[in-house]
């Protein structure tokens, strides 16, 4: 291994400088609110799991877990994502009473990149969990909250896709009939590479209506009008019950007034695996990732030895920030330059106006070289100085 | 106005195939555009950006959404395994990827060498055959590597054989059949979701016709 230089850090940390610091800050302080007003509540967990709980539990890659060992020789994980750990603390604490309960989040999340390893390896997520409500109400909240959340940070130009995890498996193991063939084509799905299905559908030995009825769900995209063609393409009814759960969503999302936002794609698979139901991922533009995803997940807290319905989704600050351009402005800092003779009058001013709320920068003199320099990285700047009057500059 | 759809082209082998399929598909394309030097070139008619890039970078364009669509070759995009959509089997610039190596040898059976442009999906194909190879990655003319005693085999891609036969070279076993594909970004395939349905449109109805003659 070459001799790391000073200024390196592990591949894919960050340093969140000032300008980044408050923008990130405004950003996430708009989408807390937000979440609080639709009731809310937020919680912490720790950085650190065992890695045979959360660590297993969790849909994030093994090879993706930074891990490591405890004293007692536990093998531990950097938390991958909140989801997971919320479910361990629902399952085993908060869901005695059966009765949905609402939880939110802010915090960061570690993923080890395999390639590029400039891509961020630690990054905030900020999100919502609905747990203990099974009904498509919880699903339409779910995403009638990412949208209001995303647009008081300041988004618009976004748009929702829409998928039904449960809908094409049901679909696929009605037509392959064996689990193992279902995952074989949900793979490519999963990958995007219709090319792939495609080849694949028709190398099957199924008769030509069947392969006919899997070549025309990839075109199971676009608005309402789809969910005429999905049935349409079901035998005996069987995932009916899936579409109509999407169509009584639309209706949803209708009575909220956001139904412009949101398209359907039942071709969307994702890579969290315990998605069980309606799921979702929100593309921005100026950005080529997905900016946040979410979905139903029935049956993660299972794995934490209790029964129930969740749903919910998490928004990454990083990408949300690449969305929202450069146009935040931060706060103005104004800068108080004093000379030691005027000491206590600079002190007692400094105070006036940050008990106003203006953020004021006290400067001894005496510290700075430069102070052309010094005073152009302030809004607006006083002189103190001497025993002459005060002294405004800009 | 039209939103302008940018797409990454490879440069090179690919090229002419894929802008002639576009210009056959109804797409008013400049005729200079071949051989210009420029790596941006916009077709204001068509709301178009052309992106002009190395074949192995397309699907890096279009993963980080730089490039809304791009075309690229199966053979890349095993390579490269980018989050991306593969739309649409173009048909354009066939050829496979494929083992060479000089004829009647055997491959060393301790730490056979493998040389090649892909070190992927040549670590693939041979962990799937069961051995256990040492890769050797380079940028061109992999045909010199067994030539010169680098290493035991190659593999690469092949389209008329030519240049193995011109090199003394002999293919031992075809790993995949290549064609060019339709890539997209998958916030692009949301966001400019008409565009791309409309160019998708009339490439299949110009793949169905030349399939049909």
């Given amino acids: 291994m070459s001799r790391l230089f000073m200024f390196e850090k592990p591949l894919g940390m960050r340093d969140t400088l000032p300008e980044l610091f408050d923008r990130k800050r405004m950003v996430r302080a708009s989408i807390e609110k937000e979440m609080e007003r639709w009731g809310y509540r937020f919680i912490e967990t720790p950085t650190l799991e065992y890695y045979e709980t959360v660590g297993s539990a969790s849909a994030i890659l093994d090879q993706q877990l930074f891990k490591l060992l405890d004293q007692q020789g536990h093998t531990l994980v950097l938390r991958p994502d909140m989801t997971t750990p919320i479910a361990r603390i629902a399952a085993s604490r908060l869901l005695k009473k059966d009765m949905p309960i609402r939880l939110a989040y802010a915090a960061n999340v570690f993923r080890a990149q395999q390639r590029e390893g400039g891509r961020p390896a630690e990054f905030e997520q900020i999100g919502v969990e609905c747990i203990g409500d099974c009904t498509i109400s919880a699903d339409a909240e779910g995403i009638a909250l990412i949208i209001s959340s995303l647009q008081e940070a300041g988004l618009e130009d976004f748009k929702l896709s829409v998928g039904h995890i449960g809908f094409a498996h049901t679909f696929f193991l009605k037509i392959l009939g064996t689990e193992e063939r279902v995952e074989a084509l949900k793979r490519f799905l999963y990958e995007k590479n219709y090319v792939g299905y495609r080849e694949h559908v028709n190398g099957l030995a199924l008769s030509s209506i069947d392969k006919q009825r899997l070549l025309a769900f990839l075109k199971l995209r676009g608005g309402i009008e789809i969910i005429e063609l999905a049935i349409s393409l079901l035998e005996n009814d069987e995932g009916k019950e899936d579409v109509l759960q999407l169509q009584q969503l639309f209706e949803m999302m209708v009575d909220y007034g956001l139904e412009e936002k949101v398209k359907f794609d039942l071709t969307l698979v994702s890579h969290m695996s315990y998605y069980t139901g309606i799921l979702f991922e929100v593309y921005a533009g100026k950005v080529g990732f997905p900016i946040a995803s979410g979905g139903r997940y029935d049956q993660l807290l299972q794995k934490f030895g209790k029964q129930a319905g969740a749903t919910g989704f998490a928004i990454r600050i990083d990408r949300l920030l690449e969305a929202l351009g450069d146009d935040i402005e931060s706060s103005a800092v104004s800068c108080i330059f004093f000379s030691p003779e005027r000491r206590k009058e600079a002190f007692q001013y400094a105070q006036e106006q940050r008990k106003l709320g203006k953020k004021v920068v006290l400067q001894d003199i005496n510290g700075v070289m430069d102070i052309d320099n010094c005073s152009n990285q302030y809004e607006d700047i006083t002189f103190l100085v001497g025993n002459a009057g005060r002294e405004t500059g800009i | ?213």
């Fill in chain 2, 1 to 213: 106005m039209k939103d302008v759809l940018t797409i990454a082209m490879p440069k090179g082998r690919i090229f002419e195939d894929a802008a002639d399929l576009l210009r056959q598909a109804g797409f008013q394309l400049p005729s200079e555009f071949d051989d210009s030097r420029k790596l941006i070139i916009d077709v204001p008619e068509e709301s178009f950006r052309f992106i002009l890039a190395k074949p192995m970078d397309v699907p890096t364009y279009v993963e980080h959404g730089v490039a809304d669509l791009g075309i690229a070759g199966k053979d890349v995009m095993l390579e490269e395994e980018r989050d991306v959509y593969e739309l649409l089997d173009l048909k354009i610039s066939a050829c496979y990827l494929a083992v060479a190596g000089l004829p009647n040898t055997k491959m060393n059976n301790i730490a056979p060498k493998i040389a090649t442009k892909y070190p992927n999906i040549a670590a693939a194909y041979f962990r799937e055959q069961g051995e256990q190879v040492e890769i050797i990655k380079l940028n061109g003319s992999i045909e010199l590597a067994p030539m010169i005693g680098l290493a035991d085999r190659i593999v690469d891609i092949v389209s008329t054989g030519r240049t193995l036969k011109e090199n003394g070279l002999v293919e031992y076993e075809r790993i995949v059949d290549i064609t060019s594909r339709l890539i997209v970004n998958p916030a692009s395939f949301r966001l400019k979701e008409e565009r791309v349905n409309e160019l998708v449109e009339r490439l299949v109805k110009k793949l169905q016709s030349s399939k049909g003659l």
